[in-house]
């Protein structure tokens, strides 16, 4: 983000919802971690308390993941992949 956009507050508020908006993977995100498990969503950054879900563990998962939604339809944007 740029510094020259909080010379603008309506754009810098615009861009901070996109931001904080575009945090969850299944708007355009996958997590990878050490401690993630390939049989997980990807769409948490970290394991939830109770371990059910969380970030993949390797590249992969993330292909895999991104292969599958595309058989869903089509993607409507990119998907990153935070490793």
Known sequence: ??????????????????LVGSA????GYLHLAPDGKDQWSGHLARPN???????????????DAIRKRKAQGPLTGPVRVVV
Not at 1 to 18: D, E, G, K, Q, V
Not at 24 to 27: A, G, K, W
Not at 50 to 56: A, I, N, R, S, V
């Open 49 to 63: 308390a109770e371990k059910t879900d969380g970030p993949l563990a390797t590249l992969a998962a993330a292909r």
């Open 1 to 18: 983000m740029s510094w020259r956009i909080c010379a603008w507050p309506a754009l810098a508020s615009l861009a901070m919802l996109t």
């Open 24 to 27: 969850r993977s299944d708007d």
